[in-house]
């Protein structure tokens, strides 16, 4: 399927231009996903935010997410290896505590919701390392990073340009 310049939609089949400007042409939007965000991320490990919307922005192929969270994450001292390793995270497990391990299964599941629903398995996971309000805090991390991976994604936004 192509677009009208015949330009393959798939963004990896090569360079695309950037689109619409969110901000300046929706900036109630725009002011309300900035407020979400802070939100979303209070109570939680600034570490494990960077990772969790890394790893989302990984599975939505949001280039430009991806590029901003990583030197984000590595501005505030995360290492290299983590950061790479990050794709591969269930292989490279010992890098991870097992409350990072569970927020990550929690973020695959929440990102990609494959089944129509996150399992049951993953949840509990998520359950036994973060209380209620971490949880939900977790939860709304995570809904929000989708939602910025969109709006990316979709506007083609170019990575280095924040």
Same mark, same amino acid.
């Given at each position: 399927?192509?677009?009208?310049?015949?330009?393959?939609?798939?963004?990896?089949? /090569?360079?695309?231009?950037?689109?619409?400007?969110?901000?300046?042409?929706?900036?109630?939007?725009?002011?309300?996903?900035?407020?979400?965000?802070?939100?979303?991320?209070?109570?939680?490990?600034?570490?494990?935010?960077?990772?969790?919307?890394?790893?989302?922005?990984?599975?939505?192929?949001?280039?430009?997410?991806?590029?901003?969270?990583?030197?984000?994450?590595?501005?505030? /001292?995360?290492?290299?290896?983590?950061?790479?390793?990050?794709?591969?995270?269930?292989?490279? /497990?010992?890098?991870? #505590?097992?409350?990072?391990?569970?927020?990550?299964?929690?973020?695959?599941?929440?990102?990609?919701?494959?089944? /129509?629903?996150?399992?049951?398995?993953?949840?509990?996971?998520?359950?036994?390392?973060?209380?209620?309000?971490?949880?939900?805090?977790?939860?709304?991390?995570?809904? #929000?990073?989708?939602?910025?991976?969109?709006?990316?994604?979709?506007?083609?936004?170019?990575?280095?340009?924040?």
């Amino acid at each position: 399927m192509t677009t009208t310049d015949e330009t393959p939609q798939n963004p990896r089949h /090569g360079h695309h231009q950037p689109r619409i400007s969110i901000a300046p042409n929706a900036p109630e939007v725009y002011k309300a996903m900035v407020a979400l965000d802070a939100a979303a991320k209070k109570g939680l490990d600034p570490a494990l935010v960077h990772l969790v919307k890394i790893r989302a922005s990984q599975i939505n192929h949001c280039a430009f997410c991806i590029d901003m969270h990583i030197k984000e994450a590595r501005k505030e /001292g995360e290492t290299e290896e983590r950061v790479y390793l990050l794709n591969a995270w269930e292989e490279a /497990g010992a890098h991870y #505590t097992p409350k990072e391990q569970a927020a990550f299964a929690l973020t695959e599941a929440i990102t990609v919701l494959t089944d /129509g629903f996150v399992p049951d398995a993953v949840y509990e996971r998520a359950a036994a390392h973060f209380d209620e309000a971490g949880l939900a805090q977790l939860t709304a991390l995570i809904t #929000t990073i989708n939602a910025w991976n969109r709006f990316g994604v979709t506007t083609r936004m170019t990575p280095g340009q924040a």
